[in-house]
Nanobody, 127 residues
Framework: QVQLVESGGGLVQAGGSLSLSCAAS????????MGWFRQAPGKEREFVAG????????KYADFVEGRFTISKDNSKNTMYLQMNSLKPEDTAVYSC????????????????????WGQGTQVTVSS
C-alpha cells in the first residue's frame, strides 16, 4: 500500500498563494490516479482537483475557477497543488488521496472511490 503525507499548508491573506505537496512512500504514485480534497468546519469533504496516473489529464471542481493547478512528479513520487488568488472560503483542511482503479484516463471526484489518504494540512485564508 502507499502512505501519503501532505505539507505546505499555512496562513495566508486573501489573494495570496500556497503550494501544497503530497509525498508518497511505499509504492510509486505512477500506479495511481490521485486527487486533492478539502473539508471546512461543519461541511462535507469536497473534491478539489484530480490527476491521472501519468499526469496527462486533470480535473477541477467548478469553484477552482482556474486558480489552482494540480501536478505530479512520478520521479519524485510527489503530487502538488499550486493555489493562487486564495479566498477566505478556501479555508479548510486539504488532503491528498490515491485511487487504485485501473483506468488510465478516469479521475474520480467521489471521495469514496479513493483508497488511500493522507492526514491533511490546514489552509487558512484571512480576509
Amino acid at each position: 500500500q502507499v502512505q501519503l503525507v501532505e505539507s505546505g499548508g499555512g496562513l495566508v491573506q486573501a489573494g495570496g498563494s500556497l503550494s501544497l505537496s503530497c509525498a508518497a512512500s511505499g509504492r510509486t504514485i505512477s500506479r495511481y490516479a490521485m486527487g486533492w480534497f478539502r473539508q471546512a468546519p461543519g461541511k462535507e469533504r469536497e473534491f478539489v482537483a484530480g490527476i491521472t496516473r501519468s499526469g496527462g489529464r486533470t480535473k477541477y471542481a467548478d469553484f477552482v475557477e482556474g486558480r489552482f493547478t494540480i501536478s505530479k512528479d512520478n520521479s519524485k513520487n510527489t503530487m502538488y497543488l499550486q493555489m493562487n488568488s486564495l479566498k477566505p472560503e478556501d479555508t479548510a483542511v486539504y488532503s491528498c488521496a490515491a485511487d487504485t482503479q485501473d483506468s488510465i484516463w478516469y479521475i474520480a471526484s467521489n471521495a469514496a472511490e479513493y483508497e488511500y489518504w493522507g492526514q491533511g494540512t490546514q489552509v487558512t485564508v484571512s480576509s
